[in-house]
């Protein structure tokens, strides 16, 4: 792992210009909304259904790079860009690897959050 | 926290993902303006119609409806069209970017959307929109109402369209000689209120007013919006001017004031109609024989001593029980044959 799971510095901005209990609700937001977005995107690639696949991916990404969630915002914004086409093969891999950083990262936020 | 030096503006955030939404309109928030939401396009839109907006933040990946689909219907939306959009997208591409200016969108930012940037941007696009409303209620002052719908509707266009019309040349008799036996407070006083009087008679009939000038004013029936019945609308409006000037110089001298008389030539026929001028400043108006013709005729009421004068097009035009009487021909400038002009009989008010 090469990035952090939640960059400090990001996170830190987000707190200083929208408040830290507010970043608290937003992060609560996230993390309810967030396992959906999920379950969408294999509920999409199931389907067979590109355009919501990638706007699944998208709004992940988005909600990523506004924590600082770096990792998974890559993992995220490569699957927006790949579309259905570009995880075919490996799709499960590629979901899980997501799952996978989703996990940490809500983990963090979580003790963020607690701090 | 909270900054009170922006101007609190009314803004829309529409994005369809609940933590943009809360995130932005926090922002705006505590940047003091007052923030509505909507999680769609469709949402958008029917918010934005019911309620008014200064400024709209708008997201382009949405389902239902999304944000290229909203820019496109709030420019074809006459009461949408002039509220400003700022795209915040994280969508990457410039072709996006491209197209959501040539959609009308004054702004792409790129979430997550860096606050200081954000305040900068909506500052500097509320600033353009003020300016625009300013502009906009100059134009509403100043110009016909028809003339600022057509602008709205139109654009605005050097040059102009062939119309059939009538159009009216008003101006106050002995003005000078009045202008200097008061104090200027006083005549500017009487101006404004002859003006409020003639822009109700005109505009009462249809018509509008499309230039003043000292004491005499312009006036044209049947453009920038046809009208069948000009010929008539224009000899109604000129006898109601009649009327409601004598009715006000009785006022006048009741409080001890001078009174004011005034002659109106009206001629009919096709013209071209549009905005003329600069780019910088054009007004609309009317011009071609006709136009001409209806200068002299008002310039002719002097000398006939009379208070209505009509050119046969607009004698021909008329529908209503108007007295007439035929004056015969008259040569004027720039005509090489005389023309048939007739007087408008006015009833003397008991």
């Keep these: 792992m090469t990035q952090s799971t939640i960059d400090a510095a990001t996170f830190e901005e987000l707190k200083a210009t929208a408040g830290a209990d507010f970043v608290r609700e937003l992060v609560d937001t996230f993390l309810a909304d967030a396992p959906e977005m999920l379950k969408g995107l294999r509920q999409a690639l199931e389907d067979g259904d590109a355009e919501r696949f990638r706007r699944v991916a998208h709004t992940l990404k988005s909600n ?11 993992l995220a914004r490569q699957l927006e860009l790949g579309g259905l086409g570009g995880v075919r093969g490996d799709a499960g891999a590629q979901l899980d690897a997501l799952d996978a950083e989703y996990a940490r990262v809500a983990q963090a936020l979580a003790e963020l959050g607690r701090a | 926290m909270r900054d009170r030096g922006t101007r609190a503006a009314t803004l829309l955030v529409v994005d369809d993902n609940k933590v943009n939404r809360l995130l932005l309109a926090r922002n705006l928030d505590l940047m003091g303006h007052r923030v509505a939401v909507a999680e769609n396009g469709r949402v958008a839109l029917d918010t934005a119609r019911r309620e008014s907006f200064d400024l709209v933040l708008l997201d382009i990946e949405m389902p239902e409806m999304n944000g290229f689909e909203v820019l496109g219907e709030m420019r074809s939306d006459l009461q949408l069209r002039d509220v400003p959009v700022i795209v915040t997208s994280s969508l990457e591409g410039l072709e996006n970017v491209v197209r959501c200016i040539e959609l009308g969108a004054e702004d792409y930012l790129t979430k997550p959307v860096n606050p200081i940037l954000l305040k900068a941007r909506i500052g500097a696009s509320l600033e353009k929109k003020r300016l625009r409303d300013q502009q906009k209620e100059m134009v509403r002052r100043f110009a016909a109402p028809e003339v600022a719908q057509d602008l709205q509707r139109e654009g605005f266009a050097l040059g102009g369209k062939r119309v059939a019309a009538s159009v009216m040349f008003s101006d106050i008799r002995n003005f000078t000689p009045l202008a200097e036996s008061q104090p200027p407070e006083d005549t500017i006083e009487l101006l404004n209120t002859y003006y409020t009087l003639m822009f109700d008679a005109i505009g009462g009939q249809g018509g509008i007013v499309s230039q003043i000038a000292g004491d005499g004013l312009m006036a044209i029936f049947g453009a920038p919006i046809a009208m069948p019945g000009h010929c008539d609308a224009a000899v109604k409006a000129a006898l ?32 071209v109609a549009g905005y003329t001028g600069t780019n910088e400043r054009a007004t609309y108006t009317c011009i071609g024989d006709t136009v001409n013709l209806a200068s002299r005729l008002e310039a002719h009421t002097k000398v006939a001593n009379q208070a209505i004068i009509i050119d046969a097009v607009t004698r021909e035009g008329m529908h209503g029980a108007v007295d007439v009487e035929a004056l015969g021909p008259l040569t004027v400038r720039g005509k090489t044959r005389a023309v048939d002009v007739f007087a408008v009989r006015v009833s003397r008010l008991s």
């Design chain 1, 64 to 74: 990523s790079n506004t924590f600082g969630a770096a990792t998974l915002a890559v």
């Design chain 2, 240 to 271: 109601e001017m009649i009327e409601l000037v004598e009715l006000f110089s009785r006022e006048q001298a009741r409080a001890g004031k001078p009174g004011i008389r005034i002659g109106i030539g009206i001629a009919s026929g096709e013209m």
